[in-house]
């Protein structure tokens, strides 16, 4: 069975790699370790199909050592120590180069099992791992590798690489393939930074593409119906999950409308619908706030909306609550009381709640003072009567600032009108 035509195009040295300019350009910092040939233990964090193997393979060739490949999914202790047990053999004379992919699949006996043999330098270590590295692998083999971040590749660069592939597959194949206008733009820029399927869209479109006169015709429609949804990044439980729902959440309380829709698309066309309507209740609530309390139902009734008639359609209400939450005012002013009074409470700033406002009205024989003492609103002017609420050790806090916005600040001339006259 012939390889995917990504790995018959793999690069074979540093020139060749597209992207990672940042790790890989001429003096930076990665590529001059590779050059000097003392190659230390490494992490590549990044998406996956923007060159992280790739590059692995040409560590190795580049400083003559043997390449052994484990996959964090399938493999175990036990090859771990078979691969290890080829130091100083015929097999790997100039030592070990180990490349293990995915390794937040490895639980911590397993990198522990893998940490005695990196600390003694019988092998050096080059791991990958779509995931944050800080949050998924054991504290002490993060100290004891460098950790190189790789980022999607700019669609100029995949498109030299497709326009590079498209050429290759002509000369296999031996046939002319004639690309329809707009072809290689797109799927340079569908492919969502990830060369490898860039690679494998332009080897489908070849082998699906139209056969006339000996000739292959690739048109956009084919493309299209090849490379739809492959430039969408989503795992929801993985970092780009709540990359896109961050940003989404941002967006609306920095009011962006066009931004905030973006992110909601990418989250409808990913099937998120119960993340998106957490999202916009939370935004309208702690976001907007009191200067707009009316958003709160609103808001509600949309998402109840979306949820009753789910996806496709459900993007039409989301959209009407998404825009909203973006033009609407903004306050966190009760977002920030709530917070500060759940950070006494937590320190232990308690006390006793004033008499006036327990529920019981009967004083033991011990109190002198006997009387609940509570004053009704009601019977007073304005419904309001000056009396202690808060504990005594509390009874100055002002966990609540008016907002800046109109609602707010109406609410705050009316109670200075009544409590301060």
């Known amino acids: 069975m012939a390889a995917p035509l990504a790995d018959r195009i793999r690069p074979q040295n540093l020139d060749d790699i597209v992207g990672q300019c940042h ?47 484990l996959n964090g999914t399938t493999a175990s202790t036990s090859d771990i120590r078979d691969i290890v047990s080829q130091v100083d053999t015929f097999a790997a004379p100039n030592g070990i180069l180990l490349y293990l992919d995915e390794i937040q699949y490895f639980n911590k006996k397993q990198q522990q099992t893998l940490l005695q043999f990196i600390e003694n330098g019988r092998i050096t270590l080059i791991a990958s791992t779509t995931e944050n590295p800080y949050f998924y692998v054991y504290n002490a083999i993060l100290s004891r590798c460098t950790v190189f971040e790789f980022k999607p590749v700019k669609k100029e660069d995949v498109l030299f690489a497709v326009k590079r592939a498209f050429k290759i597959m002509q000369e296999e194949q031996k046939r002319k393939i004639v690309v329809d206008e707009e072809v290689e733009e797109y ?30 015709y690739v048109s956009l429609e084919t493309a299209k119906e090849l490379t739809q949804r492959s430039s969408l990044r989503y795992d929801k439980s993985g970092d780009e999950h709540y990359d896109i729902l961050s940003a989404f959440q941002k967006s609306m309380r920095g009011s962006d409308p066009d931004a905030a829709v973006h992110y909601l698309a990418r989250l409808i066309v990913a099937g998120d619908l119960p993340s998106i309507c957490r999202r916009l209740m939370v935004c309208a609530c702690e976001d907007v706030g009191l200067a707009y309390p009316q958003i709160i139902p609103i808001v509600k009734a949309a998402v109840d909306a979306a949820i009753q008639v789910g996806l496709p359609e459900a993007r039409i209400p989301l959209a009407d609550a998404v825009i909203l939450v973006c033009n609407a005012p903004k306050s966190n002013s009760a977002y920030c009381a709530v917070n500060s009074a759940i950070e006494d409470v937590q320190k232990g700033k308690i006390g006793n709640i004033p008499r006036c ?10 109190n002198r ?15 309001w009567v000056e009396q202690q609420y808060l504990p005594d050790e509390l009874k100055d806090v002002n966990y609540y600032k008016f907002g800046e916005n109109k609602i707010e600040q109406a609410y705050n001339m009316y109670w200075k009108k009544i409590k301060y006259k």
């Open 23 to 69: 790790l890989l350009g001429k003096g930076k910092a990665l590529r001059r370790i590779i050059e000097s040939g003392e190659i230390p233990n490494m992490i590549f964090y990044g998406p996956s199909g923007i060159g992280k193997t790739t590059l692995a393979s040409i560590i190795a060739k580049q400083t003559d050592r043997s390449l052994y490949k």
């Open 369 to 383: 003072h006997k009387g609940q003492f509570y004053k009704y609103p009601h019977d007073y002017p304005n419904k």
């Open 187 to 216: 799927i340079s820029t569908a492919c969502g930074g990830d060369v490898r399927k860039a690679m494998n869209a332009v080897e489908l479109c070849v082998l699906s593409g139209e056969e006339r006169d000996n000739i292959c």
């Open 357 to 366: 406002l327990q529920n019981k009205h009967y004083d033991g024989e011990d």
